[in-house]
């Protein structure tokens, strides 16, 4: 029942349609490729969606209404275990008109891989890696990161990460994995040493490869931290789950105890986030405007 199937050869200036079809009938309605702008870009940022609850409901009713080249997703994609039956009513079946014609380039929360290690829910997206894995879109490369396996030095996984980063040649980095490196939220108590390594082993490189944004979830709420001149971190863990408690440290810049998804827009030139919440009202943008 679960099928993937390469596409080769699309123009991505124009838009391409297609239908699955089953003995000769259509399954389901008609699936778009988007065309590609090369000088502008608009991605979704949303995390700790898959609580199958009211709140999830209204985010995506939100999302739906912005036109996104893509998602990313920062990790707790299906409360509470990940298995297969949570995976389709509360993700495929809440997104599912968003699913047929925007890419959704998921990392993995701590919820996702309690059944069976996750291996469930990485086979049914099967994304450029299993755990982790890097992509370009325009001139900005995308690293999605597994923050529920080893990050240290000496892992897999850092080496991988320092040996994209040596060959990447693109004008910007954005990073995006769950647990977030800096929190000022009492929640953060409770993976404080995952955060304290991250800061040690991952922040150099992040401040070394000049990224511009590190997007994180696990934290349920929102919050802006610039902890140094460098990259901003922001989480966007309100995808729909039940709020954490709110509360700041010396780097953090915004917080905001509601439910969230964030939209950046890059250009050549610039670039815009602004995070939104279940009523979709605006609750934060980044640059900030002068005088606000």
């Given at each position: 029942?679960?099928?993937?199937?390469?596409?080769?050869?699309?123009?991505?200036?124009?838009?391409?349609?297609?239908?699955?079809?089953?003995?000769?009938?259509?399954?389901?309605?008609?699936?778009?490729?988007?065309?590609?702008?090369?000088?502008?870009?608009?991605?979704?940022?949303?995390?700790?969606?898959?609580?199958?609850?009211?709140?999830?409901?209204?985010?995506?009713?939100?999302?739906?209404?912005?036109?996104?080249?893509?998602?990313?997703?920062?990790?707790?994609?299906?409360?509470?275990?990940?298995?297969?039956?949570?995976?389709?009513?509360?993700?495929?079946?809440?997104?599912?008109?968003?699913?047929?014609?925007?890419?959704?380039?998921?990392?993995?929360?701590?919820?996702?891989?309690?059944?069976?290690?996750?291996?469930?829910?990485?086979?049914?997206?099967?994304?450029?890696?299993?755990?982790?894995?890097?992509?370009?879109?325009?001139?900005?490369r995308f690293y999605a990161l597994d923050s529920t396996?080893?990050?240290?030095?000496?892992?897999?996984?850092?080496?991988?990460?320092?040996?994209?980063?040596?060959?990447?040649?693109?004008?910007?980095?954005?990073?995006?994995?769950?647990?977030?490196?800096?929190?000022?939220?009492?929640?953060?108590?409770?993976?404080?040493?995952?955060?304290?390594?991250?800061?040690?082993?991952?922040?150099?490189?992040?401040?070394k490869h000049r990224f511009t944004f590190i997007f994180?979830?696990?934290?349920?709420?929102?919050?802006?931290?610039?902890?140094?001149?460098?990259?901003?971190?922001?989480?966007?863990?309100?995808?729909?789950?039940?709020?954490?408690?709110?509360?700041?440290?010396?780097?953090?810049?915004?917080?905001?105890?509601?439910?969230?998804?964030?939209?950046?827009?890059?250009?050549?030139?610039?670039?815009?986030?602004?995070?939104?919440?279940?009523?979709?009202?605006?609750?934060?943008?980044?640059?900030?405007?002068?005088?606000?």
């Open positions: 029942r679960d099928h993937d199937v390469r596409l080769e050869g699309l123009d991505l200036t124009t838009s391409t349609e297609y239908r699955l079809v089953h003995d000769g009938r259509p399954i389901g309605g008609v699936h778009r490729v988007r065309p590609r702008d090369p000088a502008k870009m608009t991605f979704i940022v949303i995390g700790d969606s898959g609580s199958g609850g009211p709140q999830q409901a209204l985010i995506r009713d939100q999302m739906d209404a912005i036109s996104a080249d893509f998602v990313v997703h920062t990790g707790d994609v299906a409360y509470d275990h990940g298995r297969r039956d949570e995976i389709i009513r509360r993700h495929c079946v809440p997104y599912a008109r968003s699913l047929a014609t925007t890419p959704w380039m998921l990392s993995w929360g701590n919820h996702d891989v309690v059944a069976d290690d996750g291996r469930m829910i990485r086979s049914m997206f099967p994304l450029p890696g299993t755990h982790y894995y890097a992509y370009t879109w325009n001139d900005t396996i080893e990050f240290g030095r000496e892992s897999e996984q850092y080496r991988w990460f320092v040996s994209d980063l040596e060959r990447a040649t693109e004008k910007r980095k954005i990073a995006y994995f769950h647990h977030p490196p800096y929190t000022g939220s009492p929640y953060g108590r409770g993976f404080r040493n995952t955060s304290r390594k991250m800061v040690e082993v991952l922040g150099p490189l992040f401040d994180n979830g696990h934290v349920h709420g929102y919050e802006r931290a610039q902890p140094h001149e460098g990259p901003v971190y922001v989480i966007t863990g309100g995808g729909g789950k039940r709020l954490n408690e709110p509360g700041t440290a010396p780097w953090t810049k915004v917080y905001r105890e509601s439910w969230n998804f964030c939209v950046v827009t890059m250009t050549d030139d610039e670039f815009v986030l602004r995070a939104f919440n279940e009523k979709g009202e605006q609750i934060d943008r980044y640059p900030e405007l002068q005088g606000s």
